[in-house]
């Protein structure tokens, strides 16, 4: 190769690693997200699921090291030193078997999220208790879902049935980030009385809605891990790019510094 073609190829392996030391750093703060949310479901999942503490970690390690070899990539395209972009294509090769072990992981585990979520909610649900600060945070969280998602419950507002402070109470009172149009509850946490009870009062005698949350939060988390999906998937594209104009330009500058030796 001629040297136009080393620059070329030299330029083109630094912008790439500079996106792909943007796109390490947008997996990061996926990673760092997941862990310090606390207005979403997110907070209830990684406080109750030690496999979503673990998804957050990993994303934060790749992401770290994603960006750690963006900027190894840049140093050695622009100074085209061999041995950074051997350590880059190395490195690069093990990022991407990894993504892909993971991908499958996760698809593997997906029944076993979709168990988790019912298990997680519904024990939410059952000790729900405004009066007691354990939970309170969880609780809060909860509270948020069912307001944004205008829902109730998990499958659906019987679920409350199961919850010990309101069967205590005869099921006189209902959630108040349940509450439906009709009520003027200023509330949006804890539970609310009823305004007329009887003996015969149910679930659904409550003034809530009667959808459930569990198929708005399944949307929702598809839509954000979709996100996180379509990420790290142009992480892999730029990743064999990268790993393809490494080996190129590890060649041209062989080739380039032999034909620079004096012949006698």
């Known amino acids: 190769m001629g040297s136009g073609c080393l620059k070329v190829t030299k330029y083109f392996l630094f912008l790439f690693n500079l996106l792909f030391f943007i796109l390490g750093a947008v997996i990061l703060g996926f990673g760092i997200w997941i862990l310090v949310d606390k207005n979403s479901f997110i907070s209830v999942l990684q406080t109750s699921s030690s496999s979503l503490k673990i998804g957050a970690y990993i994303l934060i390690g790749v992401g770290a090291v994603t960006m750690l070899m963006g900027f190894l990539g840049c140093i050695g395209a622009v100074n085209e030193i061999r041995c950074l972009l051997g350590l880059y294509f190395t490195c690069l090769l093990l990022i991407l078997i990894a993504q892909i072990a993971a991908g499958v992981l996760i698809y593997l585990q997906r029944d076993r999220l979709r168990e988790e979520l019912d298990m997680i909610a519904g024990n939410l649900i059952q000790n729900y208790n405004p009066y007691d600060d354990k939970n309170r945070t969880l609780e809060n969280a909860w509270d948020y879902v069912q307001l944004q998602l205008s829902c109730c419950g998990w499958a659906a507002p019987e679920n409350w049935k199961n919850n010990t ?62 996100i996180i999906l379509g990420v790290c998937a142009g992480v892999a594209v730029i990743e064999l790019l990268g790993m393809i104009l490494s080996i190129c330009l590890c060649k041209n500058i062989h080739t380039e510094d032999y034909t620079k030796v004096p012949k006698y």
């Open 165 to 226: 402070f309101l069967q205590d109470g005869n099921q006189t009172s209902y959630p108040c980030s349940c509450g439906n149009d009709s009520t003027n509850s200023l509330s949006e946490t804890g539970f609310c009385s009823l305004g007329t009870v009887s003996n015969t009062t149910t679930v659904e005698d409550w003034p809530v809605r009667k959808q459930g949350c569990k198929e708005g939060v399944q949307n929702w988390l598809q839509e954000n891990l979709g």
